[in-house]
């Protein structure tokens, strides 16, 4: 069983080779040092639960201001230098289909699979 500092560490050093996955990595650890005590992490279902922090999903997570709150902030922790340029820093929907609180909800929930996918290294 990993303790926070453990998972902060294998975080922090897990490889990311794109500003989503930095971006992803960013919200882990994020949800990392906020959380309340030492995560559970026997089940993927308690893991999650505590992350989600009385929210029931990430999009509600998202949308009730529980990480980033205005659109120029998410895209610039979501989108590389030149995606960033292309939405005006943020002015402009990510893509047709969602808002930029939306694309945040998916890298969270990203970003819980990541941090559930470092509790289990080297627990095995």
């Known amino acids: 069983m990993k303790t926070n500092t453990e998972l902060v560490l294998a ?11 930095k971006a992803i990595r960013s ?7 906020s959380a309340e ?6 089940t993927v279902a308690d893991l999650k639960k505590e992350l989600l922090n009385g929210a029931n999903n990430w999009r509600e997570y998202s949308y009730g201001g529980c990480s980033l ?10 989108c590389s230098p ?7 820093e943020g002015e402009r929907a990510p893509n047709a289909r969602e808002t930029w609180l939306e694309v945040q ?3 969270l929930g990203q970003a819980a699979m990541l ?3 470092v509790a289990k290294e080297g627990s095995k």
């Not at 975080?11 to 996955?21: D, G, L, M, Q």
């Not at 005590?37 to 026997?42: N, Q, V």
């Not at 030149?82 to 005006?88: G, P």
Request: proline share 2%; charged share 25%.
């Open 11 to 21: 975080i922090a050093n897990h490889p990311v080779n794109s500003a989503w996955r």
């Open 27 to 33: 919200y882990a650890l994020e949800m990392v040092y």
């Open 37 to 42: 005590g030492e995560l559970s992490l026997s």
């Open 69 to 78: 709150i205005y659109d120029a902030d998410i895209a610039k922790r979501l």
């Open 82 to 88: 030149s995606e960033y340029k292309k939405t005006r």
């Open 105 to 107: 909800a998916r890298a």
């Open 115 to 117: 941090i559930s996918t």
